[in-house]
């Protein structure tokens, strides 16, 4: 099993609401692999951006609601121990909140699990990440681990209205 992990974002210019750009390449990377994906965001549940990533091809979304202004990390760390997931896909930064990209190295910390940046495919067990424009490294996946999208990763299939309002937002409350 795939848990994909998904950020709100912001749109630079109009402040709106909308899909995290880095997330979107990670589920587009969860979706190309073929196999069962749980999708996590940790936040608000009546963001209408949250749509979008159902409108992607994601069956499903499990809110994890905590109620206003909290840190996901530990959140996510009780949720992805409870799943024990095989791979635990993200983007490399969100838009909204602090931004800082470390999300992901401190659950692969936490959880005392790898952590492979840059990834750009994932085939079988291989990851395939992008050094640079023309260097790219192929690495094992022969235990579970966290991937971060890199931004050389095929960028998100346009998003299907009919598929977003057929794709389920599961809310779940948690202590924060």
Request: glycine share 10%.
């Amino acid at each position: 099993m795939i848990a994909l992990l998904l950020s709100a974002g912001c749109h630079p210019v109009s402040l709106r609401p909308r899909m995290n750009p880095a997330c979107a390449r990670a589920a587009e990377l969860a979706l190309r692999m073929g196999q069962a994906v749980t999708a996590l965001h940790v936040g608000d549940p009546a963001n209408p951006a949250l749509r979008d990533y159902l409108g992607l091809g994601l069956p499903a979304l499990t809110v994890l609601d905590a109620g206003g202004t909290v840190d996901a990390l530990p959140i996510l760390i009780d949720e992805l121990a409870r799943l024990a997931p095989r791979i635990i896909l993200c983007g490399d930064m969100t838009e909204v909140g602090e931004g800082s990209g470390m999300l992901p190295y401190a659950l692969a910390e936490r959880l005392g699990l790898p952590v492979l940046a840059g990834v750009i495919a994932v085939e079988g067990a291989t990851a395939l990440q992008s050094v640079s424009p023309t260097v790219q490294r192929r690495f094992a996946l022969d235990r579970p681990a966290v991937l971060i999208a890199g931004h050389d990763a095929p960028p998100a299939r346009p998003v299907a209205f009919a598929r977003a309002r057929a794709g389920r937002i599961e809310v779940r409350p948690v202590a924060a």
